[in-house]
């Protein structure tokens, strides 16, 4: 395959931890490892981040306004017209993970430099205008305020001019078509985990893992990885955790990630709640983590309540390290979860169900090392990252060299599921 030239654009990378920032640093990791070379362009989220940063393959340029607040983002859509002209001559096709806001300005300006567009959405909501909601929300607005259905019928309008888009999901297709973006410039390709590196581990390396993270070693042990954000369903687990730690005896909860950047955090309630009710002694915070797999090698069980979700890529890493899965059927998790084969599927926002499927798995061994060991071979199956690799690398070079849209490997799972449980 001729050398790739890839510039990629996202709001926030790497060293911020989320779904959107895990796989585009895989993409960027495995392009340039490939001898393709990518350049970087994203905001500087945190004051202490390098202005720019350059490895074997791949640059990454970090631009204004630097810091943590939630509204600098919107700086971008003016930072990232000079670094894109300046740099024109270094790549021959932009790729947006991501493309909520800064699609507005990508989409025209890469088309006026004469180079293809790909839109990937991290999240649901981002062509319908719904992920937009909360923060119109803190305003008194709504998404029918006439302004504002005026302004994403307008933006919808210019981002429909890429070139291809990336469904991570059946739920974020069907979200492009009901959009207006037309089937045949849908890629399907779902997101990857590195399944050298979430793995299974034995009994033995279990107990140690919890020593060294001071967890009890003979309770069992449900786990959540990710942003601690109110969309999520969080205040529903602790609340239904409250309930289950008075009855079931040695269990226990471990919250890992951090509230991060949105208006969603909800970390600081979640501590509040943990101590008003005791709870300390049964819930563990650990805070920012840079490597979730050896937390997810010491629990027994997953779980991700979640109200909304365009893929699901922490349970995809449970499930790679040998974990059952609980998870609600919403967006991508419907496709990820295979009810009663990998996991469990319950309705959302359902506390009866979401504490009823904490007592399956934390309660039946047998059937969660069942689920477990279903959901890793489908890991490999499916999500591999080589297997990811080699669809965007078929995308990006057809598109280059102006074939449009190639046949891509299936994206399994994509539809069996959703359909199977659509219909119970």
């Known amino acids: 395959m001729t050398d790739l030239r890839i510039c990629l654009i996202t ?12 796989q585009a640093r895989a993409l960027v990791e495995g392009l340039a490892g490939g001898g393709h070379a990518v350049t970087v362009l994203t905001r500087r989220s945190r004051r202490e981040l390098a202005r720019r940063e350059t490895g074997c393959g791949w640059t990454i340029e970090r631009l204004a306004p630097a810091g943590r607040a939630h509204w600098k983002k919107w700086g971008l859509l003016l930072t990232l017209i000079p670094p ?17 806001v800064v699609g507005l300005v990508v989409v025209p300006l890469a088309r006026l430099l004469g180079k293809p567009v790909v839109l990937k ?27 504002v259905r005026l302004f994403l019928a307008w933006r919808n309008r210019v981002l429909r001019r890429a070139a291809a888009f990336v469904a991570i999901s059946s739920a974020v297709r069907e979200e492009l078509q009901a959009g207006g973006v037309d089937g045949r410039m849908i890629a399907p390709i779902p997101n990857s985990v590195d399944t050298d590196r979430f793995l299974p581990v034995s009994a033995a390396e279990r107990r140690e893992l919890r020593r060294r993270f001071g967890l009890p070693e003979s309770a069992r042990i449900a786990i959540y990885t990710g942003r601690l954000v109110t969309t999520k369903g969080l205040p529903l687990l602790v609340e239904v955790w409250r309930r289950l730690a008075g009855e079931m005896g040695s269990v226990h909860l471990l919250l890992v990630g951090e509230g991060g950047l949105g208006i969603q955090n909800c970390e600081a309630a979640l501590r509040a709640s943990v101590r008003q009710h005791g709870l300390d002694g049964r819930v563990t915070f650990t805070g920012r983590v840079t490597d979730v797999a050896p937390y ?35 967006g991508g998790l419907v496709d990820i979860v295979g009810d009663g084969e990998t996991g469990l599927l319950i309705p959302p926002a359902d506390a009866g169900a979401l504490a009823d499927g904490l007592r399956r798995l934390l309660g039946d061994e047998k059937l969660s090392q069942a ?54």
């Open 11 to 22: 709001e926030t990378y790497f060293p911020e931890m989320g779904g959107g920032e895990t």
């Open 296 to 330: 997810l090698q010491a629990a027994d069980c997953f779980v991700l309540p979640s109200e909304d979700e365009a893929f699901g890529l922490a349970a995809v890493e449970a499930m790679a390290c040998g974990l059952p899965v609980l998870a609600t059927a919403v």
């Open 371 to 424: 689920l477990g060991l279903s959901g890793r071979r489908r890991a490999e199956a499916v999500y591999s990252q080589a297997r990811i690799l080699a669809n965007f690398e078929q995308l990006f070079g057809a598109l280059i060299d102006g074939r449009g849209i190639p046949d891509l490997d299936p994206a399994a799972g994509q539809t069996d599921h959703h359909e199977r449980f659509a219909g119970r």
């Open 121 to 147: 959405a991290d999240s649901l909501g981002e062509m319908s205008g719904a992920f937009f909601q909360a923060g119109l929300a803190k305003y008194g607005l709504s998404g029918g305020f006439w302004p």
């Open 84 to 100: 894109l002209i300046r740099r024109r001559r270094a790549f021959d096709l932009v790729f947006v993970s991501g493309y909520r």
